[in-house]
């Protein structure tokens, strides 16, 4: 009960940020008598996202799993470069320059070429996100393999043991905080791409009842899909946290 009432405390500030804001909202629109299509009320979004005049379900199912698909392929794909340019100097400064290059194309011109190369659906999607997301992996995971203390390297040297089991027995476990610090970064990240693939071309997701939504002047529609956006990104980053606690508890100090 003392561990619940801790956690408890601690959330306790983000609960009153939330709360007071709502309250602010709906003071806003109720004093000053916003309209509704400019800016509604808490109340009628509440009521948009669980009405029945579209399948929330359906999107809410098809945008979650285009993030949780394009995380998978970032957190990935991001490690694995990152190990490579730790791994080996040469290959290091030949993949930076390059994924620098891939990194600073902007994601929205680049979002038509994925629908062009993979056809519509929900793989573009996942692309987009991973494109986005997958950068601050590769180089946290390349710091934390490379940022390491001389002596625990030549402990593994004076022990005779192979570069690969250094990797694997004192590197990797060094790099676990810097891995799990991008991993919150992307998970927002990822989210962002997918509603980007949703915005360019798609006919289910989140992102296309936001488009829909505004050419019919619905906005607690699109404010009721911006909002399940949010949980989605809140859920898929509170996991990476709560795996953090779990499968590396000892990290969680160092990464604060």
Do not use: C
Request: net charge positive; glycine share 10%; hydrophobic share 60%.
């Amino acid at each position: 009960m003392k561990k619940l009432g801790r956690k408890f405390l601690e959330t306790l500030p983000a609960i009153l940020l939330f709360a007071g804001l709502i309250v602010v909202w709906e003071l806003a629109t109720t004093v000053f008598g916003v309209r509704e299509y400019l800016l509604p009320g808490p109340a009628t979004v509440l009521e948009a996202m669980f009405s029945g005049e579209i399948n929330w379900a359906g999107h809410i199912w098809v945008t979650g799993l285009a993030i949780f698909g394009a995380f998978i392929i970032a957190a990935v794909s991001g490690v694995l470069l990152g190990t490579l340019i730790a791994w080996s100097s040469v290959l290091g400064r030949a993949l930076m320059p390059f994924l620098v290059f891939v990194n600073t194309l902007p994601k929205v011109a680049v979002a038509p070429l994925f629908l062009l190369w993979l056809g519509y659906g929900i793989v573009p999607n996942m692309m987009i996100g991973a494109l986005i997301g997958f950068f601050p992996v590769v180089i946290n995971t390349a710091v934390g393999l490379s940022q390491i203390d001389d002596d625990m390297v030549d402990l593994g040297r004076v022990f005779n043991a192979p570069k690969w089991k250094v990797f694997a027995k004192i590197r990797i476990p060094n790099a676990y905080p810097y891995i799990l610090s991008a991993l919150k970064v992307t998970a927002t990240a990822a989210v962002v791409g997918a509603i980007v693939g949703e915005f360019v071309a798609s006919q289910n997701g989140l992102g296309y009842v936001i488009i829909t939504s505004q050419s019919s002047m619905n906005t607690p529609l699109a404010f009721g899909a911006l909002i399940w956006i949010s949980i989605l990104g809140l859920v898929l980053f509170g996991a990476v946290a709560v795996l953090s606690r779990v499968l590396a508890p000892w990290a969680e100090g160092r990464e604060q």
